[in-house]
């Protein structure tokens, strides 16, 4: 996978589409284009300011995720909406302790209702 590729992964992994990613580094949709083609390469300002909207430069320029695994192509239906890689990053900078486990069992508990409403009315049309 090149270097363009994995850009274009990463913006829509994180949700953003061509214009407003570029637009994080001031650059512009032609940049983008060319760069996610492999035309053309972006610069440090870029790279920077995409890092700070939660991009895995690592992996852009090397192919390797942060933490050194080597990152396989992630399928559409695993992208995350902005909104949901905030809470991820957010979530990621938790310190480890009570207030982690509070999230994730929250987090547990409105699945599981969420999956028993789900049943139940699947249970009710199929009856």
């Known amino acids: 996978m090149s270097i363009g590729e994995r850009l274009r992964e990463e913006r829509e992994r994180l949700g953003f589409n ?6 994080l580094g001031e650059a512009s949709l032609r ?7 492999g035309k053309a390469f972006p610069n440090a300002k870029v790279l920077s300011a995409i ?24 399928p559409s239906y695993t992208v995350l909406s902005p909104d949901e890689a905030a809470l991820v990053d957010n979530y990621r900078h938790i310190a480890d302790g009570e207030d982690k486990r509070a999230v994730q069992k929250l987090a547990l ?4 209702a969420a999956q ?12």
């Not at 061509?18 to 637009?23: E, K, L, M, S």
């Not at 890092?51 to 992630?74: E, H, S």
């Not at 508990?109 to 599981?112: I, L, P, Q, V, Y």
């Not at 028993?116 to 009856?127: F, L």
């Open 31 to 37: 940049s983008q284009i060319e760069w996610e083609k």
């Open 116 to 127: 028993h409403t789900e049943t139940q009315s699947r249970t009710k049309k199929a009856g």
């Open 109 to 112: 508990r409105s699945a599981e």
């Open 18 to 23: 061509q214009t407003d990613f570029a637009g």
């Open 51 to 74: 890092a700070a909207a939660g991009a895995d430069v690592q992996y852009i320029l090397t192919g390797m995720r942060a933490g050194g695994a080597v990152a396989q192509p992630t």
